[in-house]
């Protein structure tokens, strides 16, 4: 005969794993919000500074600075995005990661691309060629890591035939 108690140890865990499980859920709910007021806030200063510096600087540079801001934005998106698909489906997926990193590694790129002209000639020039072969590896890593669980995950939702009955 199984005694009343017996089942107590495993209800207290459960307990305190659905308290963990509101706790989690109410830290994912304010980083995801803190993230958008950020996101807005950076996007409306990346606005406002490209438009009061329209015409005082040269505008190549001025479309570098405000693409390089809008790919910051652009990262607030995704880790949001990411903090959705961790709620709705409560685990975590690993493409939206690789995906910010792409963007922040290109965002990377940009500006050095920027500072680039700027140093020819220098120590520093090479230190950046470095860097810009360094963020292009790191590219092509995410990027085949990202077709690569495209296409294990394809691979695992296709139906698989047997017999029917």
Do not use: C
């Amino acid at each position: 005969m199984r005694h009343p108690d017996a089942d107590h140890p495993r209800h207290e865990r459960s307990w305190i794993a659905a308290l963990l499980g509101y706790g989690e859920f109410l830290i994912d709910t304010a980083v995801a919000f803190a993230l958008a007021v950020g996101g807005v806030i950076l996007l409306a200063v990346v606005l406002y500074d490209f438009v009061r510096e329209l015409g005082q600087a040269p505008f190549i540079g001025q479309v570098l600075k405000l693409l390089s801001g809008l790919l910051l934005v652009f990262i607030f998106t995704e880790l949001i995005s990411t903090i959705r698909i961790v709620i709705a489906r409560r685990r975590v997926e690993v493409e939206p990661f690789l995906i910010v990193g792409i963007v922040a590694a290109i965002r990377r790129l940009i500006v050095i691309s920027a500072e680039a002209e700027n140093l020819l000639g220098t120590s520093q020039f090479r230190d950046l060629m470095v860097e810009i072969g360094v963020l292009a590896g790191t590219v092509l890593v995410l990027g085949t890591t990202v077709l690569v669980l495209r296409i294990v995950r394809r691979e695992d939702d296709a139906p698989t035939p047997g017999p029917t009955a």
